[in-house]
């Protein structure tokens, strides 16, 4: 293909986004479209998978049994998220095998929350209650994103988070209407869980580099400033009516602006983290690799007595 | 009296499925792909399902107790599961090779409680159980197959899983008070008369999967009387973590 | 031995009796029974169906969109396919 035409298939192609048709994987894309979306949904897909883990963390030591099942079964939506969103990127022409490798040798990256330890049973309401919140707020908008294939996994994944937040505020409310050390529990994981959940939304929009094109793809539909205020808005007055304390001393109702005002976030604190060096990101990867590694053999035995099946249905066959 | 023994009962009935679901619950985010992940903490959940109705049951017999107070909150030589359940994680041989070898019992089980039992209210837990276990079996006979006849280390895995097991397959068999007062009310079976066929389903799937049948004649019991192995007081140490920790607290 | 991965597989779920199955998703799976167990497992978990089809992706034949014109264009015209081509009175009702 000439350059021309190649850029008047460009022209089409940002038209029909424009448009809001949908582009379905075997259309025509621009090559940077592709790779955009192959690094977008597979964060999504790792953040998922590693996301199990500080939550799959306490399901041994859930407090009760109904709390017990509930994590269970959250921690069990997560892995199936992870796949929804796997499966839409192979749609990309990329293996989900490809995927893990870029996740273990640490070329693709996950949501960096991830990366804090979770070190009484109330971090699991405020993951829950703070971490969902964040993410229901990323992910709304994504339903309606220009690639099918993640649109569709984003409507299921979104019916199906709308129990998580719940079960965390849940926990937070139960903390915090408990004995004197309940709720020191439960406060103790907000002053924990406030400043990483606000970062969760990515550097503000003067430090971001994505935040354009990602409009006219419609990855985003807000800029991270506007979506980290609207968490704040939000967050703010639940945290009210559990009667916790944000752990934000310049926090204050604008009212010009109709919206809180809040206190400088520690973005060392976030690029240390997303380089490698928070409290857990270790333990994170070693845990999938070691979960992958250990597996192969399974993986292997499968394939190996899928194979044998065949060939003896064969030679049934034949016979 | 009738109480106790009632309750007696739904502990062992319950014990099976806790522990056993404490065990996969371990797994979660670690097994070989995210399928299985997913296949097993189903039926982890299926198990805390049917724990949590023996228990709610369980707790009606004892007047001012919960399902948690039943759960978390007795001493090691107060739980009567099989040894078999409580068995660690070591690898997914043990995992599915553990599975199977409760499945096939527990279906048995709940078929004859669906079926037959004189307590309607165990009758209706297992109704709902027994489709449960149905697929459970299923699953787990089908990765023994795959671990079997795969490749050659997943048999030789697969091997040792069944003769380090095997021992505690037959306390399932070996009626408890609680169990032999059960089946003279009619309300339990009498677990004796499950052995022959148990073996029986149970060998021909292992031929089919190409491991033999152990030959080890000495079998290992305890479990339904409070005497555990080493592993069940961490196992207890991670359940009972937040109750015993902070006491009489609502969670 | 060469590693092999295993390969996906597409998950057709029929909601309740009476309706289609529909597409739903895709999974890894070595064999068709460990298809249709994942997918019981991932698809269903909040009984969401009665009825599952699974079919390994690679046996399945797509359409090329490049083709849009010639495959679909030509339907676009024969507007006599549909009930509202036809002008009747209003005095006829449900027709």
Redesign the interface.
């Known amino acids: 293909m000439s350059e021309k035409e190649i850029k008047n298939l460009e022209e089409i192609f940002e038209q029909r986004i424009a448009n809001d048709e949908k582009i379905?994987p075997?259309?025509?894309m621009p090559e940077k479209y592709r790779k955009t979306h192959i690094r977008q949904i597979s964060q999504h897909a790792h953040s998922e998978?590693v996301g199990?883990?500080p939550e799959?963390n306490w399901?041994?030591?859930?407090?009760?049994?109904?709390?017990?099942?509930a994590l269970?079964?959250k921690?069990?939506?997560e892995?199936?998220h992870?796949?929804?969103l796997?499966?839409a990127c192979?749609t990309l022409g990329i293996?989900?095998?490809e995927l893990y490798e870029q996740l273990h040798t640490g070329k693709a990256k996950y949501s960096s929350i991830f990366n804090y330890p979770t070190v009484t049973?109330a971090d699991i309401g405020a993951i829950g209650w703070l971490v969902d919140g964040a993410a229901i707020i990323n992910q709304v908008p994504l339903c309606n994103t220009s690639f099918g294939p993640y649109a569709?996994?984003m409507v299921?994944v979104c019916k199906?988070e709308s129990f998580h937040q719940r079960q965390g505020y849940e926990?937070m409310l139960?903390l915090s209407k408990?004995?004197p050390?309940?709720k020191a529990l439960a406060q103790d994981a907000l002053n924990r869980w406030w400043w990483p959940s606000l970062m969760m939304f990515g550097p503000t929009d003067a430090e971001s580099v994505h935040t354009e094109q990602s409009m006219k793809w419609k990855l985003k539909r807000k800029t991270n400033d506007e979506l980290r205020q609207q968490f704040i808005d939000q967050t703010v007055p639940q945290a009210d009516l559990l009667g916790l304390t944000v752990p934000d001393p310049d926090l204050k109702w604008n009212e010009d602006r109709g919206s809180y005002d809040f206190g400088a976030i520690d973005w060392d604190e976030f690029w240390q983290v997303v380089k490698g060096h928070g409290p857990c990101n270790k333990e994170r990867m070693n845990?999938r690799v070691?979960?992958?590694e250990?597996?192969?053999?399974?993986?292997?035995?499968?394939?190996?007595?899928?194979d044998?099946?065949?060939k003896a249905k064969e030679v049934a066959q034949a016979s | 009296m009738e109480h106790q023994s009632l309750y007696q009962y739904l502990l062992s009935l319950g014990d099976n499925a806790l522990i056993l679901g404490?065990r996969l619950?371990?797994l979660?985010?670690?097994?070989?792909?995210?399928?299985?992940?997913?296949a097993c903490?189903?039926i982890?959940?299926d198990l805390?399902?049917q724990?949590?109705s023996c228990?709610q049951y369980a707790s009606k017999q004892l007047d001012g107790k919960t399902?948690?107070d039943v759960?978390?909150l007795r001493k090691e030589n107060e739980y009567t599961n099989v040894l078999l359940v409580e068995q660690p994680n070591n690898?997914?041989a043990f995992v599915i090779t553990r599975q199977y070898f409760f499945d096939v019992y527990q279906l048995m089980l709940m078929e004859w409680l669906s079926a037959n039992s004189a307590d309607e209210t165990i009758k209706a837990i297992a109704n709902k159980a027994v489709k449960e276990a149905r697929y459970h079996r299923r699953f787990s006979s089908d990765w023994m197959?795959?671990?079997g006849?795969?490749?050659e280390?997943?048999h030789q895995?697969l091997l040792d899983a069944v003769e380090a097991l095997w021992p505690y397959t037959q306390e399932f068999f070996v009626p408890s008070e609680a169990e032999a007062w059960a089946a003279s009310a009619g309300i339990g079976p009498d677990l004796t008369s499950f052995k022959a066929a148990y073996y029986n389903d149970v060998e021909a799937l292992l031929e089919q999967a190409t491991v033999p049948v152990p030959e080890n004649p000495y079998f290992q019991k305890g479990g339904k009387q409070g005497r555990h192995t080493e592993h069940m007081g961490y196992l207890l140490a991670?359940?009972q973590?937040?109750?015993r920790t902070?006491p009489n607290?609502?969670? | 031995?060469e590693?092999?991965?295993?390969p996906?597989w597409e998950v057709f779920v029929r909601s309740k009796n009476g309706l289609e199955h529909r597409h739903f998703?895709?999974?890894?799976a070595?064999?068709a029974t460990?298809a249709l167990e994942n997918a019981r497992d991932?698809y269903t978990?909040?009984n969401e169906g009665v009825s599952i089809w699974v079919v390994e992706s690679k046996h399945i034949t797509?359409s090329?969109?490049?083709n849009h014109g010639e495959l679909f264009e030509p339907a676009q015209d024969k507007v006599y396919r549909h009930p509202t081509f036809y002008d009747l009175p209003d005095e006829v009702k449900h027709m």
């Open positions: 379905e075997k259309d025509w998978i199990m883990l799959g399901i041994t030591r859930a407090p009760s049994l109904r709390r017990k099942a269970l079964a921690v069990q939506d892995a199936g992870g796949l929804y796997y499966s192979e293996s989900r095998e049973w569709r996994a299921r199906e926990i139960t408990g004995t050390e309940q845990a070691s979960a992958w250990n597996g192969a053999w399974v993986r292997d035995a499968a394939v190996a007595y899928a044998k099946q065949a | 404490q619950g371990e979660c985010g670690h097994g070989p792909s995210l399928e299985t992940d997913i903490t189903n982890a959940l805390l399902g724990t949590r228990f399902e948690d759960a978390f690898d997914f197959l795959r671990l006849d795969g490749t280390e997943s895995r991670d359940l973590y937040m109750q902070y607290m609502t969670w | 031995m590693k092999k991965n295993w996906l998703g895709s999974l890894h070595a064999d460990m991932v978990r909040r797509a090329n969109p490049e």
